[in-house]
């Protein structure tokens, strides 16, 4: 049964830092792109990053270009999300889902950044 | 990125059926068939529900079909259930980046 759960989400003061992780299990990891997906409360999906399986290459969103940055650790079936210079419009659910299609989904972490 | 256009709302009454449209542009929708709709009921996870255009994952009813016709994606639900009662998202993979998702349609079941 193929697994998603992400941690590390939180309250965070805009400029601050955090680092999202995503454990998966049920699958061969290696072998799948990684995408984060977010969620504003009450607001629609919006793409975040994506991974791809060996982790060579990363593709970002305009708004978190130069902001986030998306890694795997394939040994430990790991992806995270490590994000910096947090602004007010970053809080929301945090999924991470399995590519390319996107078929399972992880039950998200909430990101809160807020004065 | 720009976000695909999809219709704020659709509604319909049981057994109707319905269709949502996605437009987007020759850099996305109409430029590949990597087209899926997801189905999202309130503070549950988005449910993948139609991919490649018209291909449904294993375990999706059959009341669910998709399609495209130029840079316009579009999600048909017949034989409309209360059930389906949810938030619906198309996505598309990209030229500029590998995905971007639609602003998604509120579907309400009369």
């Known amino acids: 049964e193929v697994q998603l759960l992400e941690s590390g989400g939180g309250l965070v003061q805009p400029g601050g830092s955090l680092r999202l992780s995503c454990s998966a299990s049920?699958?061969?990891?290696?072998?799948?792109?990684m995408t984060w997906v977010r969620q504003a409360p009450g607001k629609g999906l919006e793409w975040v990053s994506t991974i791809s399986g060996g982790g060579g290459s990363t593709y970002y969103a305009d708004s978190v270009k130069g902001r986030f940055t998306i890694s795997r650790d394939n040994s430990k079936n790991t992806v995270f999300l490590q994000m910096s210079s947090l602004r007010v419009e970053d809080t929301a659910v945090y999924h991470c889902?399995?590519?390319?299609?996107?078929?399972?989904w992880g039950q998200g972490t909430l990101v809160t950044v807020s004065s | 990125q720009s976000a695909l256009t999809q219709p704020a709302s659709v509604s319909g009454s049981p057994g109707q059926s319905i269709t949502i449209s996605c437009t987007g542009t020759?850099?996305?929708?109409?430029?590949?068939?990597?087209v899926s709709w997801f189905q999202q009921h309130p503070g549950k996870v988005p449910k993948l529900i139609i991919y490649?255009?018209?291909k449904r994952p294993s375990g999706v009813s059959n009341r669910f079909s998709g399609s495209k016709s130029g840079n316009t994606a579009s999600l048909t639900i017949s034989g409309l259930q209360a059930e389906d009662e949810a938030d619906y998202y198309c996505s598309s993979y990209t030229s500029i980046n590998p995905w971007v998702f639609g602003g998604g349609t509120k579907l309400t079941v009369l």
């Open positions: 490649d255009v018209t």
């Open positions: 889902a399995k590519g390319p299609l996107y078929d399972y």
């Open positions: 020759s850099s996305d929708v109409g430029g590949y068939n990597y």
């Open positions: 049920g699958f061969t990891f290696s072998n799948y792109a």
